[in-house]
């Protein structure tokens, strides 16, 4: 599975590599069948303070489905992630059962 990252703020080695973890660890139940995903971050409201005004967004291509994606808002950039791997997560996993069952 290839991770791509993209984001509005400057990224850290550390940064990167913790929402790589994040990712690979949600949606590791289905990696041979993922060939990408894409993390696409941002703060919506810039220097203002804002509640929850970090996004983030995650397209999964998968073998055998069209590319799917989620969206999360959350307080931080870090929740906005897991927030959204966790909702890709849940959305695969219904989407390879229901393949399943149709073959």
């Known amino acids: ?9 400057p990224q850290h080695e550390s940064f990167t590599t913790r929402i790589t973890g994040v990712v690979e660890s949600a949606l590791s139940h289905c990696g041979g069948r993922i ?3 894409e993390v696409h971050m941002s703060d ?17 291509h998968v073998e055998g489905l069209a590319p799917s994606a989620v969206t999360h808002h959350a307080p931080t950039l870090d929740q906005a992630v897991q927030g959204a791997a966790d909702k890709m ?15």
């Open 1 to 9: 599975m290839q991770i791509q990252i993209s984001s509005d703020a």
């Open 35 to 37: 060939t990408r995903v």
């Open 44 to 60: 919506e409201s810039a220097s203002k303070k804002g509640h929850e005004d970090k996004r983030c967004t995650l397209e999964a």
């Open 89 to 103: 997560k849940r959305m695969l996993e219904s989407s390879i059962d229901k393949l399943r069952h149709r073959s």
